[in-house]
């Protein structure tokens, strides 16, 4: 017998009594379409201008990439084949027959030059692979060639990187935009064309099938192989309320929902129309992230007492409730990964110590300046971390001005370097699937370039990056896994972020749907068939 709680009935009640009056959606003239409800709306479509996972799913729905991870943690050839000089110097990359871009004309390696050199502006793994680089050229239209000033271990995991930012390729005419202007079109080669007439930013996105596309032969995984779209359109749309998007699940008016809330999931998998499953198996960690520009958390004192504030078993409870999905872990790396590490973790591991706390506070100096903590309601997996954080904050006799907002807002305005008085911001959580932060060059938060080419929060850190560099130059495991302790002893004496966490967030679709992929990078729409109910 299913159990269900008061307030559960009462919420499923009142969201029937409301799916009622909402019109069911349209289906595609003569066509299948998968309608999904994602973890967030798309507004920003340029998926070199943010790391939000919605504009990166954005991306491989329209965008290709040279190299993609398969389940093994293998880099496989994706759009070129490749190959190195036995020096390690060279590595030339072939693009394979049949690419065409979305309006038509020829992929050729002088686009992809430029794809990769806007991408190596903004991205952290990017930024430290054009710091060893000595030329990047077409040799002709199918060939890019990469010359390197020293050896470099890490080549093919940047260009093959299964999350944000993916090197995405597009034409050289929108490569060529500044990275941080955003794109003026969406033209790609990958599976999917993007319907510009149909998008309403916030409100819906939809795909159609790229009749072009030419699949690799190799089967899918991950990122990685064919590619082989077996529906007609894919449309994302918006369904802010949680439950609302259940009701619509179960009653068929959509098809996959990537994030339902935590305590619908047993009622969820007691539903023999649906299937519920964990698709990113690898987990997400959640973190906050100060600003460093302004106060109060320009001055290391006061972040070190808002670490001691912060705890995280009551952030996921309140997150995910359910310790079946999560973890306390310290390890700045991720928990379980070959550079994982408890060192110096234990003010977020064991608990907050609020006498500690408020000692550091108060030798900090802090005058009682506010915090502007940004809080977006309308994702799952981001609601609760701030209004906990604020509580926890507080407790500690920081004065923190919590500000209700949206995903997308946060995303746009987070890249403000504006005092917190003018628009700006001093905290905010996110999450990471594990592959973004388990080395410390896939790690954008690590960057310590400050506002000139550093993540948001803006931290300059010179022997954070004289570490970073010393890890990339590092020949043996052992020695990449000394530094890597040294780079998160760092982190906690800089307070460069807070680890929050890790969890697992299942996602769930009708059982018409077949061939949903796992992976670091979901939800990921081709190879899905949909059969009829």
Known sequence: MVQITRRQFSTMASVAALSTALPLRAKAAGGKTITAVMHSDLRIIDPGLTTAYITRDHGYMIYDTLLAMDSNFKIQPQMAEYKMSDDK?????TLRDGLKWHDGAP????????SLQRWGKKDGMGQKLMDFTASLTAADPKTI???????????????????????????KRIAETPPDKAIPEQIGSGPFKFVKEEFQPGVKAVYA?????????????????????????VEWVTMADAQTAINALQSGDIDFLENPSFDMIPILKKD?????????????QTIGRMNFLYPPFDNVKVRRAALMALSQKPILDALVGNPEYYKVCGAVFV????????????PVVKGDD????????????????????????????????????????????????????????????????????????????????????????SNVMLNGKGKNGGWFGWPTDEKMEELRDKFVRATNADDQRKIAEDIQKRVFE??????????????????????????????IFWNIEKTEA
């Open 89 to 93: 110097l060279t590595y030339t990359f």
């Open 107 to 114: 992929v050729t390696a002088e686009d992809c030059v430029a």
């Open 145 to 171: 060639v990469l010359k390197l000033k020293e050896p470099y271990g890490l080549v093919l995991d940047s260009i093959g990187k299964p999350s944000s930012l993916v090197p995405f390729m597009m034409p």
């Open 209 to 233: 099938k790229n009749p072009d596309y030419v699949p690799r032969k190799e089967p899918a995984s991950w990122t990685s192989g064919g590619k082989v779209v077996k529906v007609d359109r």
């Open 272 to 284: 023999k129309e649906l299937h519920v499953q964990t698709l990113n198996k690898l987990g997400f």
């Open 335 to 346: 928990c379980n990964t070959p550079l994982g590490s408890e060192v110096d973790s234990d």
């Open 354 to 441: 609020l006498a500690q706390a408020k000692k550091l506070l108060a030798e900090s100096g802090y005058d009682g300046t506010p915090v502007v903590l940004m809080a977006p309601g309308d994702v799952v997996t981001l609601k609760a971390q701030p209004i906990v954080a604020a509580q926890q904050l507080r407790e500690a006799g920081f004065k923190v001005d919590l500000q209700a907002t949206d995903w997308q807002t946060v995303v746009s305005r987070r890249a403000s370097q504006k005092p917190p008085k003018d628009g700006g911001w001093n905290m905010f959580f996110t999450n990471w699937v594990a592959p973004d932060v388990m080395n410390p060059v």
């Open 494 to 523: 800089e307070v460069t972020y807070i680890p929050a966490g890790q969890y697992e967030a299942p996602c769930v679709w009708r059982n018409e749907l077949k061939g949903v992929l796992d992976g670091p990078a979901t939800p």
